[in-house]
């Protein structure tokens, strides 16, 4: 069964509280157990946001500059796409580092910074006893690369991430299953639905 997200609409501050919240789970490739994670969506006239909320704080957080290598810390990841082929990768650590990029697969994507459109936004801050990482994506973002933008019925292909590739406990975890026998989020098969209603 494919899974399903559900994005409320909001007004220009989010309140998570309205958002529906799933969970993501441990791949089955995992080398250890990852935090728990819990993401949720919601929606502007004007942009896509995405919460994804760590039960522990980060165990490693070594990238500071945009674009850098931070699926190396712990790194809460959001992978979106239109035609269930092309995806925007954006993932970040608890710095507030973000790698964006889209294209069809880990080997041909370009980064968003090179491709002259808005750059979705990222703030990570600590939250309780662990940490959050908060993707505000512009609806000219989604315009440009999907050829839509945020609206009731809009329904968009998704995936949302949990790793460390150098953490003291290297983990991985996803929210809608990858089916693969190695490590590998960019594969667009896999993703689930997120729906704006």
């Keep these: 069964m494919t899974k399903q997200l559900h994005a409320f609409h909001c007004d220009f501050v989010p309140n998570w509280e309205h ?14 157990p990852p935090p728990h994670v819990s993401v949720q ?15 522990t704080p980060p165990s490693r957080a070594v990238n500071t500059a945009q674009d850098s290598s931070v699926w190396e810390d712990s790194c809460l990841e959001c992978f979106l796409s239109a035609d269930g082929q092309h995806y925007l990768n954006l993932e970040g650590n608890a710095n507030g580092a973000m790698l964006a990029a889209f294209g069809p697969d880990r080997h041909s994507r370009q980064r968003l910074k090179d491709m002259g459109i808005p750059r979705p936004r990222l703030q990570a801050a600590s939250r309780g006893t662990g940490w959050e990482a908060v993707y505000t994506v512009p609806a000219e973002t989604l315009e440009v690369l999907f050829d839509a933008r945020p609206a009731p019925g809009l329904t968009l292909y998704a995936n949302f991430y949990v790793c460390g590739d150098k953490t003291p406990l290297p983990c991985y975890g996803a929210w809608s299953e990858v089916q693969t026998e190695t490590p590998d989020f960019h594969r667009p098969e896999f993703f689930g639905r ?3 209603i």
């Design 41 to 55: 969506s919601l929606w502007r006239d004007d942009a896509l946001i995405f919460r994804l909320c760590s039960d």
């Design 194 to 196: 997120l729906i704006l």
């Design 19 to 32: 958002a529906e919240t799933q969970y993501l789970s441990p791949c089955r490739w995992s080398p250890n």
